[in-house]
């Protein structure tokens, strides 16, 4: 039987999502052959939805489709603590809590020689300007506890200890290597209350 090139197509796109195998890819890419035309235009519409509307807050680095996110400008919540985490799903698992009402600052990644990611191409520079605008007191650094948050926490903590602040690292209920997104919501919880001075 001839290949079909779309399907193929298909596929391939599907298979470049992280966590997405061949088989599923697969799965997925004849599972939109059996949606009606309509059902495959909404799919269409929210992909193009997410690109167009969505993009990072300009002050906190996690994702909005306001011009500021809802977290910064909530004038209730205190602008003295903030929580470091590398990615804008990190700000979700803790805001799933309900009990931090600080800030966040979203790195946008983590220090990493092997994916070639360096200082500068982290969100860092506009912390330090946050820290000193907004009379921050404590910064919470809640990278996952991987080498490469590690290391991201430990560069964190040197570079901002001239500042005259309270530099704190998650408690570790998160099990090495694990990722923040998957911790379950007593852990964060009790990790983040049992955070330690850096």
């Not at 997925?28 to 167009?52: G, H, N, P, R």
């Not at 969505?54 to 003295?80: A, Y």
């Amino acid at each position: 039987m001839k290949d079909l090139k779309s399907i193929n197509n298909l596929i391939d796109a599907f298979a470049r999502l992280p966590g997405v195998g061949h088989k599923s890819a697969e799965k997925m890419a004849y599972s939109v052959l059996d949606m009606d035309t309509e059902m495959v235009d909404i799919f269409c519409d929210a992909l193009k939805d997410v690109k167009q509307k969505i993009h990072h807050c300009p002050i906190c680095g996690t994702f909005t489709e306001d011009d500021v996110c809802e977290i910064c400008s909530d004038s209730s919540r205190d602008k003295s603590k903030i929580v470091v985490v590398s990615y804008p799903k990190d700000v979700n698992a803790f805001e799933k809590l309900g009990t931090y009402k600080g800030q966040y600052h979203v790195l946008g990644g983590v220090l990493s020689a092997v994916n070639g990611v360096g200082v500068e191409d982290l969100n860092i520079e506009s912390l330090i300007k946050r820290i000193k605008e907004d009379n921050v007191q404590e910064i919470i650094i809640a990278t996952n506890p991987t080498t490469e948050g590690e290391t991201t926490a430990l560069y964190l903590a040197k570079i901002l200890e001239d500042l005259n602040i309270n530099i704190s690292r998650l408690a570790y209920g998160l099990p090495m290597g694990g990722h923040l997104e998957y911790a379950d919501s007593l852990t964060l919880s009790k990790a983040l209350e049992g955070r330690k001075k850096i």
